[in-house]
């Protein structure tokens, strides 16, 4: 069962989007979805909130996240968050089978 993380960052004026924008940009977060056992690792923009990006990164397991808190990537996050001193919210869900009784209300 796979893990999936929500990071909600969250910065003055746009850092937020400055921080995703440089964690693209510089390569790191493709580095990070070639790490073993990361699923997705994807930015999204709040729109009730522009002061907020949403990362939804999602990891085969708790050991490939483990793995993904350990290595060097961690720090070269922790040195960007620092740069536009963001602070961040977390939520971690587990991904299970959606009842299939729910599909009806899905349009596809």
Same mark, same amino acid.
């Given at each position: 069962?796979?893990?999936?993380?929500? *990071?909600?960052?969250?910065?003055?004026?746009?850092?937020?989007?400055k921080?995703?924008?440089?964690?693209?940009?510089? @390569?790191?977060?493709?580095?990070? $979805?070639?790490?073993? @056992?990361?699923?997705?690792?994807?930015?999204?923009?709040?729109?009730?909130?522009?002061?907020?990006?949403?990362?939804?990164?999602?990891?085969?397991?708790?050991?490939?996240?483990n793995?993904?808190? %350990?290595?060097?990537?961690?720090?070269?996050?922790?040195?960007? $968050?620092?740069?536009?001193? *963001?602070?961040?919210?977390?939520?971690?869900?587990?991904?299970?089978?959606?009842?299939? $009784?729910?599909?009806?209300?899905? %349009?596809?």
């Amino acid at each position: 069962m796979s893990i999936v993380i929500h *990071l909600f960052y969250t910065g003055k004026n746009d850092d937020a989007q400055k921080f995703a924008n440089e964690m693209e940009s510089s @390569g790191t977060a493709n580095l990070i $979805r070639k790490e073993n @056992g990361n699923l997705s690792y994807k930015y999204y923009q709040s729109l009730d909130d522009k002061n907020t990006i949403l990362l939804i990164d999602e990891w085969k397991n708790q050991n490939a996240l483990n793995n993904h808190h %350990k290595s060097n990537m961690m720090t070269k996050i922790s040195k960007l $968050r620092e740069k536009y001193d *963001l602070t961040m919210k977390i939520e971690s869900l587990t991904k299970t089978d959606i009842d299939s $009784r729910n599909y009806k209300f899905i %349009k596809k």
